[in-house]
Nanobody, 126 residues
Framework: VQLQASGGGLVQAGESLRLSCAAS????????MAWFRQAPGKEREFVAG????????YYADSVQGRFTISRDNAKTTVYLQMNRLKPEDTAVYYC????????????????????WGQGTQVTVSS
């Protein structure tokens, strides 16, 4: 599976962006997918995730109510709609997948994900 993240950019606080993660090599119909981010000097952190076959979506507390993760019906693209962006959302955003995840629900641990996109920069100015 190859993942290609896109949609980052420079915006002002309060504005919105939508990130896309396009998969190639196979459709994404099993396992888990997530968005992570890494700000300069900080560890990579979980942002949002989903499990294929489940309607439940998962969010970090810091983005709950502002960000929405979704998928397309063709199961080839996962999105992250980011609203009311804040300067502290500035980071490189990565999409990740584990197509064979056998755990319960989902995982917010980056080591559980086998496939990673290249990252897309999101910069929010105040």
């Amino acid at each position: 599976v190859q993942l290609q993240a896109s949609g980052g950019g420079l915006v002002q606080a309060g504005e919105s962006l939508r990130l896309s993660c396009a998969a190639s090599g196979r459709t994404l119909s099993s396992g888990i997918m997530a968005w992570f981010r890494q700000a300069p000097g900080k560890e990579r952190e979980f942002v949002a995730g989903l499990r294929w076959g489940s309607i439940i979506l998962y969010y970090a507390d810091s983005v709950q109510g502002r960000f929405t993760i979704s998928r397309d019906n063709a199961k080839t693209t996962v999105y992250l709609q980011m609203n009311r962006l804040k300067p502290e959302d500035t980071a490189v955003y990565y999409c990740a997948a584990n197509t064979d995840y056998g755990g319960t629900l989902y995982s917010k641990e980056d080591y559980e994900y086998h496939y990673w996109g290249q990252g897309t920069q999101v910069t929010v100015s105040s």
